[in-house]
T-cell receptor, first 115, second 114 residues
Framework: NAGVTQTPKFRVLKTGQSMTLLCAQD?????MYWYRQDPGMGLRLIHY???????AKGEVPDGYNVSRLKKQNFLLGLESAAPSQTSVYFC??????????????FGPGTRLLVL | AQSVTQLGSHVSVSEGALVLLRCNYS??????LFWYVQYPNQGLQLLLK??????LVKGINGFEAEFKKSETSFHLTKPSAHMSDAAEYFC????????????FGKGTKLTVNP
């Protein structure tokens, strides 16, 4: 199993450009999450999904949109990138029930630089 | 709402010395607590978690943590640091009972000196 994968690994955008980050998991997990990590801030939840076709806002959702059209994929979109969105983005997934419930599994991250 | 405070954004120890990383939580209900580790340029990996089965939890790589309800703490320890332990460590909390979300602390960067 590949676990949680993220595409791309690194991207440079100009202010105002748009892009989509892709997260894929092959563990048949119900829940998926997008976080951003900034120095000294820890991980902050952007959006999350508790199942196919459902999404919800996290702590810092402004400027981002998400979609969960397929259970295994969770997309994070930036419609008009801003320098404040320069960050490292992590995707995570977890099972809804079972002995490993509530353990989140993380992807390797996407580094985004907005100029 | 639950929250996590990690005391010390940077901790430096000598190889072979005790590692102690501090985490205090606040939660309105008995929580689940987690420690994750992040090696440079990688994602987060679960070190250990507390789910009320035992107050002393053993994790991977020789780490352990003790849940102390009276002190609302879940400090991470390792008796003898190794150079490979150099990483950033995150404490996280979720409400027991199937909460969808984890709340992370701001992280503690551990440096191990030879």
């Amino acid at each position: 199993n590949a676990g949680v994968t993220q595409t791309p690994k690194f991207r440079v955008l100009k202010t105002g450009q748009s892009m989509t980050l892709l997260c894929a998991q092959d563990m048949n997990h119900e829940y998926m999450y997008w976080y951003r990590q900034d120095p000294g801030m820890g991980l902050r939840l952007i959006h999350y999904s508790v199942g196919e076709g459902t999404t919800a806002k996290g702590e810092v959702p402004d400027g981002y949109n998400v979609s969960r059209l397929k259970k295994q994929n969770f997309l994070l979109g930036l419609e008009s990138a801003a320098p404040s969105q320069t960050s490292v983005y992590f995707c995570a997934s977890r099972d809804r029930q079972g002995p490993l419930q509530e353990t989140q599994y993380f992807g390797p991250g996407t580094r985004l630089l907005v100029l | 709402a639950q929250s996590v405070t990690q005391l010390g954004s940077h901790v430096s120890v000598s190889e072979g010395a005790l590692v102690l990383l501090r985490c205090n939580y606040s939660s309105s209900v008995p929580p689940y607590l987690f420690w994750y580790v992040q090696y440079p340029n990688q994602g987060l990996q679960l070190l250990l978690k507390y789910t009320s089965a035992a107050t002393l939890v053993k994790g991977i790589n020789g780490f352990e943590a003790e849940f102390k309800k009276s002190e609302t703490s879940f400090h991470l320890t390792k008796p003898s640091a190794h150079m490979s332990d150099a990483a950033e460590y995150f404490c996280a909390v979720s409400d027991k009972g199937g909460s969808e979300k984890l709340v992370f602390g701001k992280g503690t960067k551990l440096t191990v000196n030879p």
